[in-house]
């Protein structure tokens, strides 16, 4: 544990080095480019009695040039555009970037600080929701697979009422994939005319039924369940006289209140030892999922364009090119990948401490 935690702590150190380094060394590179091209052009630039609007003034500019520098017209007039483009830029700018160019003062680290606390709130309630969801569906996958096989449900000639809901289920059941596997920016952009979508519920919803990230790691979390099933403790475990059945109506059976409670236990039935077990492995993928689920909540932010949340500040700063303010943004984001990392490493390295203590 302790060679991971020092592999994070580098982690740290490394991009935050290059990236606060890599901006000072291009910042400090553009205003020198930015510095030479204008000490040039800087002993005309602030004459008083010159009015650069005034064609005589220009013309006037240029005769002086080529009277101080006889024999140079080209490069005297190219002096002389590269003031009047000079003085032209410089106003626009001033004009369209007076109230866009925003530096890392106190009131703007404190802004960024409150979106990033709601941007952690929202990261850490989808996180355990999407947590909670894919055990949940997982779980009711394997029991009802395991149903089947078993028989529970009644074999005969389907009625009327079967035949009229099959093809209504199989709609709801596409409905239900074709929202769970569509991208989030597509559902935001097709609803947002018929519903409130700059809410922070919307988002929080937004971020655990789309981009595929539920269903996908309820399909892991199933395979987990599927591997375990398969060894040799579950028949162990059966000898041992633990309940076996999945059946929902039975005592010995799994209830759907055990599989959608929040702590799953189901004691004295085998299928707690398999749910466990699945659950260890499942802990390593949680720091896969965690980026996977940051990604989406950065393209929700910006597609539903919520005013004063995280991402969508990071896209306007990367519009405005206030670098100092993207790059403490960026730093945000990636420390909450590696904290989530850490605490991951952290909860399945006690959980192998706690199966060694077990087994001894």
Not at 126 to 140: D, E, K, P, R, S
Not at 174 to 184: D, K, R, T
Request: hydrophobic fraction near 45%; charged fraction near 20%.
């Amino acid at each position: 544990m302790k060679a991971k935690l020092l592999e994070h702590v580098l982690g740290i150190i490394l991009v935050s080095v290059l990236l606060i380094g890599g901006f000072y060394i291009v910042s400090s590179y553009n205003r020198q480019n930015e510095k030479e091209s204008f000490n040039e052009i800087a002993p005309y630039v602030n004459i008083d009695f010159i009015n650069y609007s005034d064609p005589f003034h220009k013309a006037l500019l240029g005769d002086v040039m080529n009277i101080y520098f006889p024999g140079k017209e080209d490069e005297n007039q190219g002096r002389v555009q590269s003031i009047l483009q000079h003085m032209e830029q410089n106003f626009t700018e001033t004009l369209k970037d007076s109230h866009l160019k925003q530096g890392l003062t106190g009131s703007k680290v404190m802004q960024i600080l409150g979106m990033y606390g709601t941007f952690i709130f929202v990261y850490l309630l989808v996180l355990t929701l999407t947590f909670y969801g894919v055990q949940t569906l997982g779980a009711w996958q394997f029991v009802r697979k395991k149903r089947k096989s078993e028989s529970v449900y009644k074999k005969g000639k389907k009625s009327i009422v079967t035949w009229v809901s099959f093809p209504i289920k199989l709609l709801i059941k596409g409905v239900c994939y074709l929202i769970l596997f569509s991208p989030a920016y597509v559902i935001a952009y097709s609803i947002r005319t018929e519903f409130n979508t700059d809410t922070l519920f919307f988002m929080i919803l937004l971020a655990v039924l789309s981009n595929g990230l539920l269903i996908t790691y309820t399909n892991k979390f199933y395979t987990f369940l599927v591997s375990e099933s398969r060894k040799g403790y579950v028949e162990t475990a059966r000898a041992k006289n633990l309940f076996s059945s999945y059946a929902n109506h039975k005592p010995e059976g799994i209830s759907l209140g055990e599989i959608v409670h929040p702590i799953k236990r189901f004691h004295g039935h085998v299928f707690g030892h398999i749910f466990k077990n699945a659950q260890v492995q499942y802990l390593q993928t949680i720091k896969e999922q965690a980026s996977f689920l940051i990604t989406g909540l950065i393209i929700i932010e910006m597609a539903l364009n919520i005013h004063g949340h995280l991402s969508y500040e990071l896209l306007q700063q990367i519009l405005y090119k206030n670098y100092e303010v993207v790059i403490l943004i960026v730093l945000g984001i990636f420390y909450v990948v590696k904290l989530t990392e850490i605490g991951t490493d952290y909860l399945a390295h006690r959980v192998a401490l706690a199966f060694e203590n077990r087994r001894q």
